[in-house]
């Protein structure tokens, strides 16, 4: 075994444990349970007079809520929804982002309708223009019953083309 390296080189001390905690001593189970009970937030009246009502209807049913109870509880549930799906939905956009956005997609496809063309006449693009004839030409002949010449003559092209 090789001795420990003490020059004090990169090498530090890093405590992962509880801040406060003393070696060997251990927590009681009163004090665990505390320290994993999260703090609730502190609920409002309405919300807190919200939350009594519904574990009475949970419990009971909604026959043992008055009218005014039922219309209490069910104005703070349909705020509740409205809140979350106005901050679930992104901002609905103005006509002018719209259009801009259907501009920004039509210049797209021309751009790639561009670079496409340009690929073709490549000669990488030539080849398999080629080879996309020949391959036409093949399924025809095999559709009709044989290979006629011409699907001979664009299979011989290609493999011309690519020995080149």
Known sequence: MGRPDYSGGARSLTHYGIKGMKWGVRRSDAQLSTAKAAPRPQLSEDARTAEKLHNKVQNKGTGSLSNQEMRQFLERMNLE??????MSSPPSKTAADRGH????KYLAYG????NARKFLESPAGQSIKTGMKAAAAAGFGYATG???????????VLVRRMAQ
């Open 111 to 114: 751009q790639t309708y561009a």
């Open 81 to 86: 929804r409205q809140y979350s799906q106005m």
């Open 146 to 156: 044989g290979a006629g010449p011409a699907a001979a003559a664009g299979a011989g």
């Open 101 to 104: 956005d259907q501009v920004k």
